[in-house]
């Protein structure tokens, strides 16, 4: 499949496809057949060229000596804790695409994104460089009083990287493309959803769980081998032809007393560990549920901040799902009858938490006030700013909540801005989406104005 190429620039499109898995040292011992050589000086392994190792190195005084049991695991929570401070922007035109929604990294210089105008596009963060993915539709017209697209809300790859869902043209659709190519292999319309998915999760490689505003959870089982044979095919008008799936399982969110037509379906969040699926609905409750070849709920937990809960996430390592609301981040373990970690606070103006990512202890926070936020759940605080070493910094900076603002991006300057918002000349981007690519050490983060009327974008590598 040919992907639709955009930008003035008429060059060949990369190809979408895995980075190459980095070379590994082998150390190799020869035996003569007339009797054993000579013992040969073990070679000493090359020390990695990172900051991190070196600052650890010194930090600990392991330089020159074996590694300590542990120890890579001491280092990997340093650089989690360090890596923040030590990100840099650098901003990425998307020219005038509508509000990214949903990203991931698809290899170790590209990553997918969607966006409120239903654009499915990846990005090459060296170049710069956009390839427009097609959308799948769904077999036959659409509906007489079709609802305007909310756009992609969700990007899912499965655990091995082979395939990936996200929306279809249709936003009530579930998409499943092959990986690296990004050909179609099939979508789940008529029998899925009735109102737009905002959430994705993998169980597995072959079972995904999508949940959508309609307040349902639709458990799909996708065989790869069985769709192989469709995406070869093409039909006259040139356009790929791919299965259409219906959901194995469809289950629905509870009804809460207090706000029962509110139980739309925000986020998900998958626990391989325990195998089990969080779910926050809008209506301010947190679901567990047991998956299986199946669906079984398992419990309903009324959030502290029971207001615009539309993220989530999972850190396997401290068994703990997060929430994140208009201005707090809540922190749940569905084992313990009484929560022993404190919510925290944004205090980002009330603008809300629009994104979430554990990694290790660290939790990431992108606000809707165009800020990263790093939060400390062993230290139950926030990462804090460092003295520089320059005697000319101002030593008031230590200690001082560490924040990243990111760039401007662009603003449509339309009639709506003018009218309703008084031209005001720079508007904060919600950070509606944040992705890391640990082993480059790389952050993408994307977002747009968070007024709804507002067209806008922005898009930046830190690193």
């Known amino acids: 499949m040919a992907p639709q190429q955009t930008g003035s620039r008429k060059r060949k499109a990369p190809a979408l496809q895995e980075a190459a898995a980095g070379s590994s040292s082998q150390v190799s011992a020869a035996v003569d057949g007339d009797g054993p050589l000579p013992l040969k000086k ?157 959430a994705i999760a993998w169980m597995s490689d072959t079972v995904a769980v999508s949940g959508s505003r309609d307040g349902t959870l639709a458990l799909w089982k996708i065989d790869p081998d069985i769709f192989q044979g469709s995406i070869a095919w093409h039909s006259d008008a040139g356009l790929p032809v791919y299965a259409h799936i219906r959901p194995r399982d469809v289950e629905n969110i509870p ?18 560990k325990n195998q089990e699926l969080g779910a926050v609905s809008l209506d301010g409750y947190f679901h567990l549920w047991k998956a299986r070849s199946t669906l079984s709920r398992l419990l309903s937990i009324r959030l502290p901040y029971c207001r615009e809960n539309v993220c989530l ?44 990512s554990f990694y290790e202890h660290i939790v990431t926070v992108g606000t809707g006030h165009g800020s990263l936020l790093f939060y400390d759940v062993r230290a139950q605080k926030f990462l804090e700013e460092r003295a520089s070493a320059s005697p000319y910094s101002s030593p008031g900076h230590a200690g001082r909540k560490l924040k990243l603002t990111c760039g ?54 830190w690193s």
Not at 255 to 272: E, G
Request: hydrophobic fraction near 35%.
């Open 408 to 461: 401007r991006g662009w603003l449509n300057h339309d009639d709506l801005w003018v009218n309703y918002f008084g031209g005001i000349g720079e508007f904060p981007n919600a950070l509606y989406t944040h992705c890391y690519n640990w082993p480059e050490m790389k952050l993408f983060v994307a977002g747009g104005p968070l007024p709804s009327g507002l067209h806008g974008n922005y898009a930046g590598l």
């Open 42 to 198: 073990p070679k000493r392994p090359a020390a990695p060229r990172s900051l991190v190792n070196y600052l650890k190195g010194r930090e600990v005084g392991a330089r020159g000596r074996a590694r300590l049991p542990g120890f890579d695991g001491e280092l990997r929570g340093f650089a989690v804790r360090k890596l923040p401070e030590l990100l840099r922007e650098r901003e990425l035109s998307l020219g005038t695409l509508n509000k990214v929604f949903a990203s991931q990294w698809l290899n170790a210089r590209q990553v997918v994104c969607g966006t409120k105008c239903n654009t499915l596009f990846v990005v090459d963060v060296q170049s710069g460089q956009i390839t427009r993915i097609p959308l799948m539709r769904d077999r036959g017209p659409p509906p007489a009083r079709a609802q305007p697209g909310c756009g992609i809300h969700a990007i899912q790859l499965n655990p091995s990287k082979t395939l990936l869902a996200t929306g279809g043209e249709n936003p009530n659709s579930l998409a499943i493309y092959q990986l690296p190519t990004l050909d179609p292999m099939c979508l789940g319309d008529r029998h899925g959803h009735k109102d737009w998915i905002f």
């Open 313 to 356: 996430t999972y850190c396997d390592e401290l068994s703990l799902y997060a929430v994140g609301s208009q201005s707090h981040v809540s922190f749940l373990d569905p084992r313990q009858r009484q929560q022993n970690i404190r919510p925290l606070c944004s205090r980002e103006g009330g603008t809300g938490v629009r994104s979430l």
């Open 255 to 272: 009804r809460a007393s207090t706000n029962p037509s509110n139980r739309k379906v925000r986020a998900l969040a998958f626990s391989a």
